[in-house]
């Protein structure tokens, strides 16, 4: 998606918006994941890799792009009335400065979260848990170290017997995270990225201001293409 709006100096600029491009390809990730698994049962699949860290990519895009969508509301001239009760433009550029300074993406969410109509999100909540999980899953992956010992949430796809090691006796790998590389964490990776993100864009809905009703608008036909994607189910 992408909009056009006007520079210092006058000139007209075309701002794309690529959020939802690469949850997309974390999606096609999870079903070729899916598909390879499917034929031969038991094999480990680099596109469940790519599909986590992509997943997790897409939600980084998500909030850089809102806190630049919000911080541009005035860019063509179409002024947020000043009654306002929410100053949707600085809160764009308060995300931005938290770019800026390099704040977890993590942090980001649960502080538009506050700003943002609607209860916050809770650490201990769906869908924050799950998002707060696939970071730190994809921190791992990004930044591996010597596999010592499994981290927390390695438990919780154990239980669920989303491993390799705990879904059949016939396959046993060593190491955590190559025991993560199957096509339902993948999946979940992406329903985890797609839930945080939804959380957000459901926000804007209700709002009186015409420049956010517009926003949600875009947003909502954008993202509820693939509330229930069936490559990720």
């Known amino acids: ?13 075309q701002v794309v918006y690529a959020a939802w491009h690469i949850w997309n390809i974390a999606a096609d990730a999870a079903k070729r ?23 997790a990519t897409a939600t980084e895009a998500f909030i850089n792009e809102l806190s630049h969508r919000l911080s541009t509301l005035n860019a063509l ?3 947020v009335p000043p009654t306002t009760s929410i100053d949707w433009k600085a809160i764009g ?12 993406v993590t942090v980001k969410y649960l502080l538009a979260s506050i700003l943002l109509p ?19 899953i994809r921190n791992d992956f ?11 949430y390695f438990d919780t796809f ?32 992406c329903r985890a990225a797609h839930n945080i993100i939804w959380d957000i ?17 875009r947003l909502k036909f954008q993202w509820s293409k693939t509330v229930n994607d069936a490559r990720v189910r």
């Open 33 to 55: 994941a899916t598909d390879v698994t499917a034929a031969s049962p038991g094999a480990c699949t680099s596109d469940s890799v790519s599909a986590i860290i992509v997943a």
């Open 142 to 152: 990004a930044h591996p170290k010597a596999q010592v010992r499994p981290p927390s």
């Open 93 to 104: 550029e308060l995300l931005e400065q938290l770019e800026d300074s390099h704040v977890q």
């Open 77 to 79: 001239g179409k002024q």
């Open 201 to 217: 864009v459901e926000r804007f809905d209700g709002t009186s201001e015409p420049l956010i009703q517009s926003l949600h608008a």
């Open 158 to 189: 154990v239980n669920r017997k989303w491993t390799y090691n705990a879904k059949t006796d016939e396959v046993t790998l060593a190491g955590w995270m190559f025991q993560l590389e199957t096509p339902e964490v993948a999946r979940w990776a």
């Open 118 to 136: 609607k209860d916050a999100l809770r650490k201990g909540d769906l869908p924050y848990q799950d998002f707060d999980m696939l970071i730190d």
């Open 1 to 13: 998606m992408s909009t056009s709006s006007q520079s210092g100096s006058g000139e007209s600029l």
